[in-house]
């Protein structure tokens, strides 16, 4: 049974960093993506950032150039995102994603395995 584990959300004032991670187990596949997506109340699922098995990544033009995702080298079952100079309207809950064809869309209705979601507050 796949399971998609968040860790590392909390509160933090407007200009500062956080660093959310994703442990994935269970997934026996070759081909893999492990996306974050983020959504706050009354509005829909979106993506943020999305990396593949061959380490290629994307990330929405709403967090480029202050989000970055990453795979841990050594503990390639963890997924790393990392924010800076967050904004209040980053504030979400955000959740981990995978699907297992290695694709790099943020169409949140493409993934099937999901987390329960970590939340992120940014206050300003």
């Known amino acids: 049974q796949v399971r998609l584990l968040e860790s590392g959300g909390g509160s933090v004032q407007a200009g500062g960093s956080l660093s959310l991670s994703c442990e994935v187990s269970?997934?026996?596949?070759?081909?893999?993506?492990v996306a974050w997506f983020r959504q706050s109340p009354g509005k829909e699922r979106q993506g943020v950032a999305v990396?593949?098995?061959?380490?290629?990544?994307?990330i929405a033009d709403s967090v480029k150039g202050r989000f970055i995702i990453s795979q841990d080298r050594r503990r390639t079952t963890i997924f790393a995102l990392e924010m800076n100079n967050l904004k209040p309207e980053d504030t979400g809950t955000y959740y981990c994603?995978?699907?297992?064809?290695?694709?790099?869309?943020?169409?949140?209705?493409?993934?099937?395995?999901w987390g329960q979601g970590t939340p992120v507050t940014v206050s300003s």
């Open positions: 994603a995978a699907r297992a064809d290695g694709a790099m869309g943020l169409t949140a209705s493409s993934y099937t395995m």
């Open positions: 990396m593949n098995q061959f380490g290629y990544s994307t």
């Open positions: 269970g997934f026996t596949g070759h081909y893999y993506s």
